[in-house]
T-cell receptor, first 114, second 111 residues
Framework: DAGVIQSPRHEVTEMGQEVTLRCKPI?????LFWYRQTMMRGLELLIY????????DSGMPEDRFSAKMPNASFSTLKIQPSEPRDSAVYFC????????????FGEGSRLTVL | KQEVTQIPAALSVPEGENLVLNCSFT??????LQWFRQDPGKGLTSLLL?????REQTSGRLNASLDKSSGRSTLYIAASQPGDSATYLC??????????FGAGTILRVKS
């Protein structure tokens, strides 16, 4: 079975540009999470969807960040405008039953904002 | 504040040694605890998930235990191999839609 699929794997952009990260969760999973990982802050939950509905977006840093899940097999995380401090690895994860179930991560999207 | 702490931060052992990684958490009212492995430049791979009603889980050379009353979990790796070298992360679900991650233990197994 395919795992969680993320694209792009690497993104280098200039400050002020729009960045869109994509995620395809594992088929049949009803929960999707976006995390950000940095050396300084470790793993931080940005937003959590259950059945395509955003349940908890308290981790979204500011209005420059937005996330959508138009259907059960696709989600996007958008940063507009991007800033150098957004440089990090962004992970998408999915599970069958929210945070009570086993969590499966994608390979991540490494974002560098110059 | 609900926190997860992992000790040691880094560990280097010779191949073949049995080892224990530690995870402690501040609130005993947990729903589950999950151990992950992360290789450099890669995502997190789930190793073991322990529900709050369980005391331990085993998978191959890995055994994870859970003691809620003391706020501790251990990951035991038997007969370590160079391929076990990675960062090991402990994550605890306290409720409220959020897994809380520890900072991880960087393991190096020398051949």
């Amino acid at each position: 079975d395919a795992g969680v699929i993320q694209s792009p794997r690497h993104e280098v952009t200039e400050m002020g540009q729009e960045v869109t990260l994509r995620c395809k969760p594992i088929s049949g999973h009803n929960s999707l999470f976006w995390y950000r990982q940095t050396m300084m802050r470790g793993l931080e939950l940005l937003i959590y969807f259950n059945n395509n509905v955003p349940i908890d977006d308290s981790g979204m840093p500011e209005d420059r960040f937005s996330a959508k899940m138009p259907n059960a097999s696709f989600s996007t995380l958008k940063i507009q405008p991007s800033e150098p401090r957004d440089s990090a690895v962004y992970f998408c994860a999915s599970s069958f039953s929210g945070t009570t179930g086993e969590l499966f991560f994608g390979e991540g999207s490494r974002l560098t904002v110059l | 504040k609900q926190e997860v702490t992992q000790i040691p931060a880094a560990l280097s052992v010779p191949e073949g040694e049995n080892l224990v990684l530690n995870c402690s958490f501040t609130d005993s009212a947990i729903y589950n605890l999950q151990w992950f492995r992360q290789d450099p430049g890669k995502g997190l791979t789930s190793l073991l998930l322990i529900q709050s009603s369980q005391r331990e889980q085993t998978s191959g050379r890995l055994n994870a235990s859970l003691d809620k009353s003391s706020g501790r979990s251990t990951l035991y790796i038997a007969a370590s191999q160079p391929g076990d070298s990675a960062t090991y992360l402990c994550a605890v679900y306290f409720g409220g839609n959020k897994l809380v991650f520890g900072a991880g233990t960087i393991l190096r197994v020398k051949s």
